[in-house]
């Protein structure tokens, strides 16, 4: 019966059993760190857009001096409805947003909530709970809460699922939960509250005369070009108003978060680090069994071993290396996500696209270190070790 042969690579790694633990150590470190890091950047993303996905239309104007819909600046109501008027177009409706100071109607603490103002009639988010309870939101001092919301709002869904209604105050005013909703928390809101655009304005005294909306929401007809409507629109609309289809509304969104502010760049930043990180300990590991390893070395190729095998083995071992890493690396991070999950209320979720993306970036790291480490092994000369 013909033996196995086992890879001088996986030979050489097992000889030294704790330097190989302290290897996969490292590298399953630096891969949680990687898949942390870019766990709270994809949730940053997808946190910042949760609104904008729901929001029923193919079009959205906002005013030229928007940011995000943390720095939001009013414009118009004209401009709304002037779109009205364009072929393409089927309806229009204005969106109120605002946050707003909830109480907390257990330990009557003070939070900010963030507010969405809708007209019941239009079916402006496409959200289930919120079309089967927009009958409700016509009665005076009524909002639908947010399941997702953070604890600090109270706990709103378990009180109202017990007692079917929840009075709290919204801006020192007395209203009534008649209804609950998920969206879920971002990095820049911890929870939302819909309500109807009368009961919205009610809530602001500043705000009671109409006239100046957050956002407009333009939803064309079936046969409608988009492209064309969006020329038409830009090019007849004064320019105290940005035309934007869902998807560019969304990825201004991104870009803000991305660009103007630095949490963008931390998590970027946090991703190289916990790469160098892994490539730096990989390297060491590698650099020393090279060393410790020389005259064997050097014995092969005085034997008529070439360097590209000798190579080879070094490359061998950082692959094995970067696959059984990224094991318990990859193992730790799911439960990492599922406690932020729970903790942070942020949308945490792990995709094959990721993780295969930082399995790569394992490879890639390893074999980088391992590129490095093996200088030493092609100035290995025979006659100089014996």
Known sequence: MLKRRIPLAWKQLTKERGRMIVAIAGIAFADVLMFLQ???RSALFEGAVQLHQVLDGEIFLVSDRYKAVISLDRFTE??????LGYSGVESVTPVYLSPVQWKNPENRQIWNLYAIGINPDDQTILLPEVKSNTELLKRPDTVLFDAGA????GRIPQLFQASGNVTT????RRVDVVGLFKLGTSFGINGHMITS????????RERRQKGLIDVGVVKLRSDANLDQVLQNLRSGLPNDVRIMSKAEFMEQEKSFWNTSTPVGYVFDLGAVIGFIVGAVVVYQILYSDVSDHLPEYATLKA???????????????ALILAFIGFLPGFAISLGFYQVTRQATLLPMVMTIGRATFVLMLTAMMCTISAAISVRKLQSADPADIF
């Open 38 to 40: 870019m766990g709270f």
């Open 78 to 83: 004209r401009r709304l409805y002037q779109a």
């Open 150 to 153: 953070r604890q600090e709002f």
């Open 169 to 172: 105050e919204v801006e020192h």
């Open 197 to 204: 655009d009368l009961n919205f304005l009610r809530m602001f």
């Open 303 to 317: 034997i008529g071993f070439r360097d590209t095998y000798l190579l080879s083995v070094v490359f061998q071992e």
